[in-house]
């Protein structure tokens, strides 16, 4: 599948980017931010959400505008930056002529805790987060109304010498959103790893049970950028 044609980059004023595909007087919005590095490091356009753009894109349909962050700093102890980054991002798109109505924002591990700083912006109707880390010094009574979708792969955080997240701490994440108001779910991608894809010698390659992570994450995207209902799951995803 092609990659997403994105227009040319904006910089935001904190230091990062954001750069967009659709129309811009698009009544629908899905904002898509990556995770984070270990170590302070430029931020880069995160590869899993390189892959996932297009993906997006087809489920929603050419009427919805998607876009991207790079964060300033990628790294996890900089995460305040990042969440002003997406911050920022949203600002310049609330700021255009004909603003999005519904957004939905999408966040991949450090992405589930800088998409949730930001989940109480006006227009915003939901927070998908594949292996999301949730600082639990960030509230979330933010969704309270809204909705959250938490994917996370049963392999997360299980093998040695790979980073992850911890199931258990996003799991008790959507516990907490739940009794905040929001109509919250978890589920898990049986054999899923930490991330969609990599990058290797220019080419991306996508990680094992990406296209499990993205048959639950783009139709929850498609329905939510419609005005629609969640589907509820009533077991673990497969």
Same mark, same amino acid.
């Given at each position: 599948?092609?990659?997403?044609?994105?227009?040319?980059?904006?910089?935001?004023?904190?230091?990062?980017?954001?750069?967009?595909?659709?129309?811009?007087?698009?009544?629908?919005?899905?904002?898509?931010?990556?995770?984070?590095?270990?170590?302070?490091?430029?931020?880069?356009?995160?590869?899993?959400?390189?892959?996932?753009?297009?993906?997006?894109? =087809?489920?929603?349909? *050419?009427? $919805? &505008?998607? @876009?991207?962050?790079?964060?300033? #700093?990628?790294?996890?102890?900089?995460?305040? /930056?990042?969440?002003?980054?997406?911050?920022?991002?949203?600002?310049?798109?609330?700021?255009?002529?004909?603003?999005?109505?519904?957004?939905?924002?999408?966040?991949?591990?450090?992405?589930?805790?800088?998409?949730?700083?930001?989940?109480?912006?006006?227009?915003?109707?939901?927070?998908?987060?594949?292996?999301?880390?949730?600082?639990?010094?960030?509230?979330?009574?933010?969704?309270?109304?809204?909705?959250?979708?938490?994917?996370?792969?049963?392999?997360?955080?299980?093998?040695?010498?790979?980073?992850?997240?911890?199931? =258990?701490?996003?799991? *008790?994440? $959507? &516990?907490? @959103?739940?009794?905040?108001?929001? #109509?919250?779910?978890?589920?898990?991608?049986? /054999?899923?790893?930490?991330?969609?894809?990599?990058?290797?010698?220019?080419?991306?390659?996508?990680?094992?049970?990406?296209?499990?992570?993205?048959?639950?994450?783009?139709?929850?995207?498609?329905?939510?950028?419609?005005?629609?209902?969640?589907?509820?799951?009533?077991?673990?995803?497969?």
């Amino acid at each position: 599948m092609r990659e997403v044609a994105w227009d040319a980059p904006v910089p935001l004023e904190t230091g990062g980017e954001l750069r967009t595909n659709g129309p811009a007087d698009a009544q629908a919005l899905v904002l898509l931010a990556g995770g984070g590095t270990g170590a302070s490091a430029p931020g880069k356009w995160s590869t899993s959400m390189v892959w996932l753009a297009p993906r997006v894109r =087809r489920g929603v349909g *050419d009427d $919805v &505008r998607i @876009a991207q962050v790079r964060y300033r #700093d990628s790294s996890f102890g900089a995460i305040r /930056g990042s969440m002003a980054d997406v911050g920022a991002a949203l600002e310049v798109e609330a700021a255009r002529p004909h603003p999005a109505q519904r957004i939905v924002l999408v966040g991949l591990s450090m992405g589930g805790g800088t998409c949730l700083a930001n989940a109480g912006a006006p227009g915003v109707v939901g927070l998908v987060a594949m292996a999301p880390w949730f600082p639990t010094q960030l509230p979330v009574s933010v969704l309270r109304g809204r909705r959250l979708l938490v994917v996370h792969g049963s392999l997360d955080n299980a093998l040695p010498l790979v980073p992850g997240t911890s199931l =258990r701490a996003s799991r *008790d994440a $959507v &516990r907490r @959103a739940e009794a905040a108001g929001a #109509d919250a779910e978890w589920r898990c991608v049986q /054999g899923g790893l930490h991330g969609l894809a990599v990058r290797r010698e220019g080419r991306i390659w996508r990680l094992p049970r990406a296209g499990a992570f993205a048959r639950q994450i783009v139709p929850e995207v498609a329905r939510l950028t419609a005005g629609e209902p969640p589907v509820r799951s009533r077991s673990a995803a497969r």
